[in-house]
Structure formats: structure tokens, C-alpha cells
């Protein structure tokens, strides 16, 4: 994969170019069975690492305290994000859950609830909502930001497949096959094929050490407001991974007006990797 500053997207649900290079998303495969099989384990490292970063964190950049709304990923629910909300809440957010029970994928009930759930928070609370997706969740975000991009400040997405081009990319796909029944919408592969660049913000943060997707789908294209940020978690970690919940904290505390790529602080630098480069 090249490496490079900064990535950014450029069409929403993926474009489908073939890339050139082992940087390209069409030519990752899932990841490694050592790294599926051990990411229970390396969660909970994350989980550790958070508790001795929790002095660090606690100087996280604070913004203006407007709402939040957080998406789990793929056969999980709210119980699954309460860490991550948490955080978010404990910055000076309105960090919200989804409340659309466990994601079992596109089904009639999450996709018609979660344009319910962001007309209503953004109604309450009378000003546009980040939305912060987890996996399968960033990609319902990042949807949802091309429906009613007045109503999203901006999107950030946890290790979310966005340029997923084959079921081989992810050990998931197998589980998400088996619910296709019940999907009001089939999302076709490769994955944002034939659409716009998003209009908000975007942020993809993303790790070579994925257990379940290949790292290289999370990549975004490159565009004015757009990026990638690499950090060292697992896929079940990124919630609750220090370096990920830094940049979190970062991306919020930007003015809605005023947004700017991330860069890390000089005393962080080690945590964030040099970010890969998404090809079109």
C-alpha cells in the first residue's frame, strides 16, 4: 500500500475504478485468520490501553456541545456502543443511540427508523447532528448524509468497509448473506457505485490490524473534506481504543464551519500511523 499524508472521499458508497497496486481495495482480501481469530482478545487490550490513556484523554479537545448520534455495526445494538456514547457524553455531547434494536442490515425497519431518529434529533435539538458509525453503521451514516445533508454536520466511520468490492473482504459477509431476506434494500457491490461525494464532512478511521475487514475497504477517496486517519485497534476495539477516541474528540471539536484535517499531537504522533491513500 502507498503511504502518504492524507486520504480523502469522493464517492460516497465507493467508487468502483479498479485501483492499481496492492493499495487498491480490489486487490485486499479479508484479513488473516490470526487476526480474525485473536480480535476478542485484542479488544480487550484496547480496553486497557483506553484506562492508561484516561489521563490523556481527559485533555481531549472539547467542542460545542451539539448532538451526537451513534450507529453500531453489523449484529450488534446500543448495548454495544454505551462505551463509545459515554466518552462522547463525558466531551459535553448529546451523544444519542440508535434505538432500533440489534443490526441485522438494511431491513425496512432500521433504514425508515434511522431517517425517523436523525429528523427528530435534529428537530430537538434545532441545528445539524454528527453522525458517528460503527462498521456497517458508517455506511448507513454516510447514507443518511447524502439524504439530508442539511440535517448531518458531519460523518465519522469505525473500521466501515466503504469501498467494499467483494464478499471476500470481509468475514462477515457470510452472517450478513444469511439476513439478505429480510433487507429492503440490497447494498450492491462494490459498494457507493454511481454516487456523489459526500457534501459534509467525512472521516474514516480505520487500522491495519482489522480482524474482520480488510483495512484497504475503509479507505475513503480523496476530496476538499474528506480523510483517513489510521490508528492501531481491533475492529470489536475501535470504541473503545485511546488513539480512536482522541480523534474522535478531535473531529467533533471542529467548527461547523471552519473543518480541517486531523493531525495528531506532536506527543500522540506514535498512536496514528502514517495514513494510506485510497487509489480511485
Not at 431491513?107 to 427528530?120: K, V
Not at 435539538?125 to 458509525?133: A, I, T, W
Not at 476530496?223 to 486517519?229: L, R, S, T, V, Y
Not at 475501535?238 to 471552519?258: E, I, K, S
Request: with cysteine.
Amino acid at each position: 500500500m502507498t503511504v502518504a499524508p492524507v486520504s480523502e472521499p469522493t464517492a460516497p458508497f465507493p467508487s468502483m475504478a479498479r485501483g492499481r497496486g496492492p493499495s487498491s481495495a480490489w486487490a485486499s482480501r479479508k484479513p488473516p485468520f490470526l487476526l480474525y481469530s485473536t480480535e476478542l482478545w485484542r479488544s480487550s487490550i484496547d480496553a486497557w490501553a483506553t484506562a492508561a490513556w484516561a489521563p490523556i484523554l481527559a485533555t481531549a479537545p472539547r467542542g460545542d456541545r451539539h448532538p451526537v448520534l451513534v450507529l453500531p455495526g453489523f449484529m450488534t445494538n446500543d448495548r454495544w456502543t454505551t462505551g463509545l456514547r459515554a466518552s462522547v457524553r463525558s466531551l459535553g455531547y448529546h451523544a444519542h443511540g440508535w434505538r432500533l434494536g440489534r443490526n441485522i442490515g438494511p431491513t425496512d425497519h432500521i433504514l425508515n427508523g434511522l431517517t425517523t431518529r436523525l429528523d427528530h434529533l435534529a428537530d430537538r435539538y434545532g441545528e445539524p447532528v454528527s453522525l458517528l458509525g460503527w462498521s456497517l453503521g458508517g455506511i448507513y451514516a454516510r447514507r443518511l448524509a447524502r439524504q439530508s445533508p442539511d440535517k448531518v454536520r458531519q460523518v465519522i466511520t469505525l473500521g466501515s468497509p466503504i469501498r467494499l468490492q467483494r464478499h471476500d473482504q470481509s468475514w462477515a459477509s457470510p452472517l450478513f448473506n444469511r439476513y439478505a431476506a429480510q433487507h429492503a434494500e440490497e447494498l450492491g457491490l462494490p459498494l457507493e457505485r454511481d454516487t456523489a461525494p459526500l457534501t459534509v464532512p467525512a472521516t474514516s478511521i480505520y487500522s491495519r490490524l482489522d480482524g474482520i475487514v480488510a483495512w484497504q475497504t475503509c479507505l475513503d477517496l480523496p476530496g476538499k473534506n474528506a480523510e483517513n486517519i489510521a490508528v492501531w485497534s481491533s475492529h470489536f476495539g475501535f470504541g473503545h481504543n485511546p488513539a480512536a477516541l482522541w480523534a474522535v474528540a478531535d473531529r467533533l471539536a471542529q467548527p461547523a464551519d471552519r473543518w480541517h484535517r486531523f493531525s495528531s499531537p506532536a506527543l500522540l504522533r506514535a498512536a496514528y500511523p502514517t495514513v494510506d491513500v485510497a487509489r480511485p
